[in-house]
C-alpha cells in the first residue's frame, strides 16, 4: 500500500544551535522580555500607575511607622541606664540620720553611689533652677524635703525597679520614686508599636500580593491567544512564563521605589514641626530616615513579592491555556 | 518520518475519536489526510502536535516515540513539526516579520541567522516586500502565506496543514499546493488535512481517508470520494 514517496533527497537539515549561541540568545532574551513588559506597562499608563500606588501605599504604611519608631527609640536611648531612685526622707529624718542611710545605701552590692541632698541644698538648687527664690522667702519654713538620689548597680529597669520597692519599705523613706518609669512605659509601647508593624506588614504584605496576582492574571487572560501560538511552535513553559515574571518584578520594583519616596516626603513634611519641638526642648534630636540597609530591604522584599506573585498567577492559569 | 501503530483516541467522555490506526509516512512524501468533519482528521493532527495524547499504540515521529514523552519534552517535539492553520494563528501586534521570526526566537537562534531565515522563509512564499507590515493588513491568502512562511522557518521535517487552502479561490490554493510541492522535494514530509474534495482530485498525492475514526482509505485511488 504504502509506496515509496516520489524525489526522497536526503532529508531537510535539522538547524543545529550550540550550547554557547544558545546562552546568549537566552540572555538576549531575558534582555527583550524585561524591556518588552516594561514597554508594555507604559502603553497603559494609567492602570499601571494605579497598581502601582495600591503596592506603594500598602508598603508606606508600615515602613512609614517603622521609622517613626525608630526614631522614637533614638529619642529614648541612653535613658535607661541612667536609671535612679530618689528617696524622700520624712519630715522627722535628721540630717545626720539621712547621711547615715546614705552611706548606708552606698555599701549595698545593687546601689553604684547615692547622693544625699539636704533641705537646704534641696532649696538652695530649687530657687536656682526656678527662679522662685522670692516666694519662698515668703513661706519662712523650707517646704521641701531631704532626698537621697540612688543610683543602681545594674542597668535593667526591672532590678532599678526592685531596688526602688526594697528602699521604699525603710521608716526614713516617706517615699521612694524611680525616675526612669515613664521611659519603661514608653519602650512597652514601642514594643506594642513594632509588633503592630510586623503584623501590618505581613497584612499588607499580602495584600500586595493578591494585587499583584490579579494584575498578572488579567495579563495572562489579555494574552491568551499568543500564549497558544508561541506554544504551538514549541515555546517552553518558561518562555512562556518569562514576561510574566518580568512583570511582577517591575511591579514589586516601581511599588517599592514610589512608596520610598511616599516616606522621604513625609518626613521632609514633619521634619520642620520636629525641629521646632526639638528646639524647644534645646534638643539635638534629628529625624532619621528609613536608612541604606532597610531601605534596600524594602526594595528586595517588594521584588520578591511581585516575582512570588506573578509566579503563583502564572502557575495557576498557564497550565489552563493550552492549544486544541 | 511519522509512524502510527495501532493508535487509538478515546476522549474522556468516552468518544471513540481514532481507532487502531496504522500508517507510515516517509521523508519527502507529501500526503491527504480526508473525511467529514468529526472523522478523526483534527485528532490525528492533534496527536500528532501532541496537543492530545493517544489513549493506545505508538507513535514516531522524526524517530522518537512521542506517545509517552514527558510533558517538558513537549516544546521541543513541536520544534520539528511546522503546522499551518486554518485561521492561521498569527499575531496581530507585530510585524510579518516578527511574526515569521517566532519559532526561531523560541529556539534560541542567533539574530543573524534569525534575520537570514526569515527573509529567506519569505522570499519562498513571495512575500519579501511585506515583511515590515502588520498582517491584519494583507489578505487572506497572503495572512495564510504569512503562517507557511512561519511554518517552515525553522526548516522542519514534518509539516502539517490543517484545511490550508479553506477560505481560497482555486487560483490562490494551486499555489499553496505548489509551495508544499516545493517543500516536499526537498525532504519534508507534507501532510494536508482537506475536505475539500476538488482539491484531492486535481493532485494525484497519496491519499488517507478517515471515517468514524477508522482508516477506511489508503492509498492512491480516487473512487467514489
Redesign the interface.
Known sequence: ???????????????R?TWR??F???R??HRDVAVDSLRRLRATPLPTLMTLLVIAIALALPAGLFVLIKNVQTLSEGWDGNAQVSLYLTAKTSDAQGRALATQLAERVDVKRTAYISRERALEEFKEQSGLGDILQELGENPLPAVIVVYPAHDTLEQAQKLRDDLARKTEVDEAQLDAQWVQRLYALLALGERLVLALSIGLGLAVLLVIVNTIRLGIENRR??I??????????A?VRRPFLYTGLWYGLGGSLIALLLIQALLLWLDGPVQAVADLYRSTFALAGLGLGTGLLTIVGSVLVGLLGAALAVRQHLRAI??? | MISLQKVSKRYDNGREALVNLN??L?????VFLTGHSGAGKSTLL?LI?L??RPSAGQMLVCGQNIAHIPR?AI??????IG?V?QHH???F?RTVYDNVA??L???????RDTGR?VRAALDKVGLLDKENLNPATLSGGEQQRVGIA?AVV????VLIADEPTGNLDPELSAEIMDLFDQF?????TVLIATHDVGLIHRYDH?LLALHNGELIR???DREHL
Open positions: 500500500m504504502n509506496q515509496p514517496a516520489p524525489n526522497v533527497s536526503k532529508g531537510a537539515t535539522v538547524a544551535v549561541q544558545r546568549d540568545r537566552w538576549e532574551h491567544d499568543e497558544v501560538i508561541v506554544k504551538l511552535v514549541g515555546a517552553t513553559d518562555y493550552e492549544p486544541g | 500508517f507510515e516517509a521523508p519527502g512524501e507529501m492533534k502536535m496537543i492530545e517538558s516544546p521541543y517535539h513541536r520544534r520539528q503546522m492553520h494563528h498569527l499575531l501586534d517566532l519559532p526566537l523560541i529556539a534560541g537562534f542567533s539574530p531565515r512561519r525553522n526548516k522542519p521535517q516536499a522535494q526537498v525532504g519534508t497519496r489508503d492509498g492512491y
